[in-house]
């Protein structure tokens, strides 16, 4: 049984903010430079994906066992969003027709669809690399506890969020009780090899508790890295830092708190030009639920949609398109960039 402490999601509260239209509205309201003429005084306009696509990430639903504090998803459990079947088929099929070498499998927690496992021994056996974006707490659930196991059979890489080693500043992100439900998790990761020298890879992701830019990423690892294993005695492969997405309930957060417009000039003072190259749009094609294409994960939540479904769109129509870009985006580029 869970001891994590659940809020509910802004769709179950009728939130202003919880529809797409309604954040966009009110980052533009926010009065920053327009991010494409960001781009152009650097030379960068337009933004465009690169020739092929390395990576499919699919949102396989909404649904998840927490509701933290600063989910760009709005996902919870009671989230009824899920990718049917057909979906399903039509982005193995696209995996095998574009020789996409990377499946990124995210949610909500994307090991609560039903054909989970499906989903990862089919990418498998098309011979690509899979990644699942763990939140960790699901496999303390009973129907789940297989998990740790059933991913290294798999050779799967792990990316989970932790959002700091000390319990205070993750219980006040993710919900209280999730912290000591992650380590638990964690040394279950690193029971069946994860983290360890030749296993598979244990990756966590760190992102800021308040409205501030991350650390420098290698300056946390370091400090991770010795804090978790001389306290927890956990080791990991990477740690990765995530800049907050200012859409959902962080932007929610950021409103109620008054600092939506300081936390926004921060993000446009810390534009660095330098993160444009490697901005995970340019190769990545993001998939929703219900198949529709976005550029990336964050563009899906916002539903600026790419103008094909899943069932129709070719590599012809992917390669150097034009990226859609707006205010959330200076995110992705501030300071070192988010990964």
């Known amino acids: 049984m869970s001891n994590i402490r659940l809020i509910p999601t802004l769709q179950r509260r009728n939130h202003p903010l919880a529809t797409a239209a309604a954040q966009r509205r009110r980052l533009a309201e926010v009065p920053i430079p327009r991010f494409g003429i960001k781009l152009s005084e650097v030379g960068?306009?337009?933004?465009?994906?690169?020739?092929?696509?390395?990576?499919?990430?699919?949102?396989?639903?909404?649904?998840?066992?927490?509701?933290?504090?600063?989910?760009?998803?709005?996902?919870?459990?009671?989230?009824?969003?899920?990718?049917?079947?057909?979906?399903?088929?039509?982005?193995?099929?696209?995996?095998?027709?574009?020789?996409i070498p990377t499946l990124d499998i995210t949610g909500g927690a994307p090991e609560l669809h039903p054909d989970f496992d499906s989903i990862v021994r089919r990418a498998r056996a098309l011979g690509c690399h899979v990644i699942d974006r763990c939140n960790l707490t699901i496999t303390g659930l009973p129907n789940y506890a297989y998990l740790p196991e059933f991913l290294a059979e798999h050779q799967v890489e792990v990316i989970a969020s932790l959002p700091h080693?000390?319990?205070?500043?993750?219980?006040?992100?993710?919900?209280?009780?999730?912290?000591?439900?992650?380590?638990?998790?964690?040394?279950?990761?690193n029971a069946v090899g994860y983290g360890q020298p030749g296993g598979p890879a244990l990756n966590l992701i760190t992102n800021p508790v308040g409205a501030c830019l991350p650390s420098p990423q290698a300056q946390l690892e370091a400090e991770w890295r010795r804090e978790l294993l001389e306290r927890y005695g956990i080791s990991f492969t990477r740690l990765y830092t995530l800049t907050n997405m200012p859409i959902s309930r962080y932007l929610d957060h950021l409103v109620a708190t008054g600092e939506l417009e300081a936390y926004m000039q921060l993000l446009v003072?810390?534009?660095?030009?330098s993160t444009v190259a490697g901005l995970m749009c340019r190769t990545t094609l993001s998939v929703g639920w219900d198949g529709q294409l976005y550029d990336c994960d964050f563009n899906q939540m916002l539903a600026m949609a790419l103008p094909q479904s899943i069932f129709e769109v070719t590599p012809a129509d992917l390669a150097e398109r034009t990226i859609r870009v707006a205010a959330h985006c200076y995110a992705c580029t501030a300071a070192s960039g988010s990964t």
Do not use: W
């Open 44 to 99: 960068a306009a337009p933004l465009r994906a690169a020739e092929r696509i390395e990576v499919l990430q699919i949102n396989v639903g909404r649904r998840c066992n927490q509701t933290c504090l600063h989910c760009h998803v709005d996902a919870g459990p009671d989230r009824t969003e899920v990718m049917p079947t057909t979906v399903v088929d039509a982005c193995l099929n696209l995996l095998a027709t574009a020789a």
């Open 165 to 189: 080693y000390e319990l205070d500043a993750t219980d006040n992100q993710r919900g209280a009780g999730v912290f000591a439900e992650s380590l638990a998790a964690l040394k279950r990761f």
């Open 269 to 273: 003072e810390a534009f660095n030009p």
